[in-house]
Nanobody, 119 residues
Framework: QVQLVESGGGLVRPGGSLTLSCKAS????????MTWYRQAPGKQRELVAG???????EYLDSVKARFTVSRDNAKNTMYLQMNSLKPEDTAVYYC?????????????WGQGTQVTVSS
């Protein structure tokens, strides 16, 4: 059984910062790509940032230069450092990871963490 758990969301003022964490646990052999998505009310889920096992990254254009994705492979954890937050960053943030367990490779999702940017 593999689980992903996000943490670090909350309420922050415009211009503020937050760091999200996504920790994988369970029967894990390898973790491949890890990705942050977000979904705002009434909108489709969108890819925010992703990182491969080798450290290559990609970002949504609107968050480039403000957000930084990283991972600690020893801790099976991915992070999203979010700076200069804007009200339009308000959403539920989800992590996704492609994980090889004991017998299968699967794509797993966390439960989501709310980020609200408001004055």
């Amino acid at each position: 059984q593999v689980q992903l758990v996000e943490s670090g969301g909350g309420l922050v003022r415009p211009g503020g910062s937050l760091t999200l964490s996504c920790k994988a646990s369970g029967s894990i052999f390898s973790i491949y790509a890890m990705t942050w998505y977000r979904q705002a009310p009434g909108k489709q889920r969108e890819l925010v940032a992703g990182i491969t096992s080798g450290g290559s990254t990609e970002y949504l254009d609107s968050v480039k230069a403000r957000f930084t994705v990283s991972r600690d492979n020893a801790k099976n954890t991915m992070y999203l450092q979010m700076n200069s937050l804007k009200p339009e960053d308000t959403a539920v943030y989800y992590c996704n990871a492609d994980i090889k367990g004991r017998d299968i490779i699967g794509s797993y999702w966390g439960q989501g963490t709310q980020v609200t940017v408001s004055s």
